[in-house]
């Protein structure tokens, strides 16, 4: 698929170790959210869209880039031009990218560490290849891909029916983050949760389908 959303001219940080930029991709209507965290191994950019160099440098600064993650098949968005460029791999899920044989590419899942500070969480019945990622420092983050949104007309709620493959088992599979105790989420689509995220999960997931 071709990327149509612009380089972002600048980024939200949010926390010392946490950031957040986002582009408008008129080809799905929506706007694209990536993050960027940074652990004691370095800086992971999950689900980038393009930045403009400046802001980049700015971004990342001293601290050296770790690899790229990718949280669902659907958000491949800038992934290899950023691999390239810091000359790092791109995480993801298998299945998110089933032809991929290069060096460059490495396969996670449900329940690996990517480092000892950030957990992946498999989310099925979304997208394929869904993951959600978890980040205990500071009371905890999650980030997901695209199992979970939070902009409007929809507000925080789950995926829409019609672009889960399975929308009863991606509601059982989303119950799994509850295990994670986090004050904030982040969204591939969507504006952050800066604030009991875990209690608003909580009611979001004891909704009857």
């Known amino acids: 698929m071709i990327l ?18 986002h582009g408008y991709d008129p080809a799905v209507k929506a706007d694209l959210y990536s993050t960027c965290l940074v652990t004691s191994a ?8 393009p930045l403009e160099s400046e802001a980049l440098d700015e971004l990342v600064g001293s601290v050296r880039v770790a690899g790229i993650i990718v949280t669902s098949s659907n958000h491949d968005r800038a992934s290899a031009p950023f691999a390239k460029k810091f000359s790092v791999p791109i995480l993801a899920r ?15 899942a449900d329940g690996d560490e990517i480092c000892n500070e950030l957990r992946v969480v498999g989310i099925e019945g979304a997208g394929p290849g869904e993951i959600a990622l978890y980040h205990p420092a500071d009371n905890g983050t999650l980030i997901v891909g695209d199992a979970l949104i939070n902009f409007e007309p929809y507000g925080f709620t ?7 493959s399975n929308e ?15 004050e904030r989420m982040l969204f591939a689509h969507g504006l952050p949760i800066l604030s009991g995220a875990s209690e608003l ?7 009857d389908l």
């Open 168 to 182: 009863k088992e991606m509601r059982r599979s989303l119950q799994k983050l509850l295990d994670y105790k986090a």
């Open 201 to 207: 999960l909580q009611d979001l997931l004891s909704t």
């Open 42 to 49: 370095g800086a992971y950019l999950i689900d980038p869209i």
């Open 94 to 108: 298998r299945n998110a990218f089933p032809h991929e044989t290069s060096d460059e590419f490495r396969s996670v």
């Open 4 to 21: 149509l959303v612009r380089p972002a001219s600048d980024f939200d940080r949010i926390a010392p170790y946490l950031a957040l930029w």
């Open 158 to 164: 789950f995926l829409p029916s019609k672009y889960c």
